[in-house]
């Protein structure tokens, strides 16, 4: 049975209908373009079409290339943002004084209820809702 070809010989690139368009080369900016690109984005995460030209015209790029480096600099700030909220702090950090009395409320509603240790329980009053036997409603933490 034959193999189909990793890379096709250039003379079956030729024949009609099979054009394979080349992927355009990876940009390389300029620090100045860079540094113009860097300034706007921390002004301003998303231009409009007419901010967008003249941010192209004025750093001598295209339409084209202001808008896709604005697309892949907000995901590059989105990771980043993520990854420093994905950050444990540091054990011995100063603790906020409500994020340790408010771990220790959570910790007390835990081990008094006999509930797992976890995020899914609710302790704040406006999210405690709970509906008794006969339909009334009451009040107390809940597992989601």
Known sequence: MPVPALFPHPQHAELPGKHCRRRKARTVFSDSQLSG?????????????????????ALSLSETQVKTWFQNRRMKH???????????KAPDGPESPEGSSRGSEVAAAEARLNLPAGPFVLTEPEDEVDIGDEGELGSGPHVL
């Open 37 to 57: 690109l860097e300034k706007r984005f921390e002004i301003q995460r998303y231009l409009s079409t007419p901010e967008r030209v003249e941010l192209a015209t």
């Open 78 to 88: 989105k990771k980043q943002l993520r990854k420093s909220q994905d950050e444990p």
